[in-house]
């Protein structure tokens, strides 16, 4: 177990880098433009952040103990599929879920 005080010096450092990273770009260049090159590279943040969460629940889930479970990848695969052939978020999303589910029922 992590001792009371690291625990609270850990959260209070991330607290302190979670606000700093935030000023930088609201209190310090809030009011200025930014660089067409920043502009681009900041449009693929919400495209990235997405895998980025469900990534680790296919490829280690929690809930069969991080083994391998193939309703999972192949809700995943669905999920890829759909979003590449159709380009729209929402119905991946849909997709993705009811693949899952589905999957899940079949496997039992």
């Known amino acids: 177990m992590i001792d009371r005080a690291e625990l609270w010096l850990v959260i209070v450092l991330l607290a302190l880098g979670s606000y700093g990273l935030r000023f930088v770009f609201i209190g310090l260049i809030g009011n200025r433009p ?12 919400a495209v990235a952040v997405l895998p980025g969460l469900v990534a680790p629940l296919v490829l280690w889930p929690a809930a069969t103990g991080g083994s391998f479970d193939a309703p999972r990848m192949a809700a995943a695969m669905v999920t890829i599929a759909a979003g590449f052939l159709t380009r729209n ?13 589905l999957g899940l029922y079949l496997a039992g």
Do not use: D, N, Q
Request: proline share 4%.
């Open 89 to 101: 978020v929402l119905i991946s999303v849909i997709t993705g879920g009811a693949a899952l589910y």
């Open 34 to 45: 930014l660089p067409e090159w920043l502009l681009r590279h900041l449009r693929y943040t």
